[in-house]
């Protein structure tokens, strides 16, 4: 089967600029997740949807990060603005269903440098 | 916040030989997995181990978990050069919802 797409793979703005991400989940997964992970450091769960709707999103930051999955299939995140901060790899993972003990699968990440 | 801690941060060893991470967390969880992070690449589950178990073997994986000592460890038997890549411990926490927390990884590599 065909693994969780991402892109871009890389992306250069400086700050307070706009950017967002794509993700294509495995089709047939209802779970969608975004990570961030800072050079050195493992990913943080950013957002986590079910289908279309959110189920976790406690430690996205909502006043420039947002995410949506309107059609509970492939899934956008925004930064806007961007902060030096927000250097990291982007990851978006899926999994089947809603639970931690189903498998996920993450794609390859997309690598943001704000200057 | 980073749940896991893994030990050590990062591991030398040549083919053939053993590697050992270890993982310890702060509160209870319904299980652990662990993951691979190839350079430049996204994570590859390798093993989950859920709390009512103690160990668990995958092909040249071994895990085992005490609870008790709320720690966990991975062994990788007979590396090779391939498995060079950075080992990440994730939990889910009871009181989580589902969410799995990471640690900052061991960065492991195996020369040939």
């Known amino acids: 089967e065909a693994g969780v797409a991402q892109s871009p793979r890389y992306k250069i703005i400086e700050k307070r600029q706009s950017v967002a991400f794509w993700c294509n989940p495995i089709s047939g997964h209802a779970t969608l997740y975004w990570y961030q992970q800072i050079l050195g450091q493992g990913p943080k769960l950013l957002i986590q949807?079910?289908?279309?709707?959110?189920?976790?999103d406690s430690q996205l930051p909502k006043d420039r990060f947002s995410a949506e999955r309107l059609k509970g299939v492939d899934s956008t995140l925004k930064i806007q603005p961007a902060k030096l901060e927000d250097s990291a790899v982007y990851l978006c993972?899926?999994?089947?269903?809603?639970?931690?003990?189903?498998?996920?699968?993450f794609g390859p990440g997309t690598r943001l440098t704000v200057l | 916040s980073q749940q896991g801690e893994e030990d050590p941060q990062a591991l030398s060893i040549q083919e053939g030989e053993n590697a050992t991470m270890n993982c310890s967390y702060k509160?209870?969880?319904?299980?652990l997995q662990w993951y691979r992070q190839n350079s430049g690449r996204g994570l590859v589950h390798l093993i989950l181990i859920r709390s009512n178990e103690r160990e668990k073997h995958s092909g040249r994986l071994r895990v085992t978990l005490d609870t008790s000592k709320k720690s966990s460890s991975l062994l990788i038997t007979a590396s090779r050069a391939a498995d060079t890549a950075s080992y990440f411990c994730?939990?889910?926490?009871?009181?989580?919802?589902?969410?799995?927390?990471f640690g900052e990884g061991t960065q492991l590599t195996v020369n040939p």
């Open positions: 993972a899926s999994s089947r269903e809603w639970s931690s003990y189903n498998e996920q699968f």
């Open positions: 994730a939990t889910d926490e009871e009181t989580s919802g589902s969410r799995l927390t």
């Open positions: 949807f079910q289908n279309n709707g959110v189920v976790d």
């Open positions: 509160t209870s969880i319904n299980n």
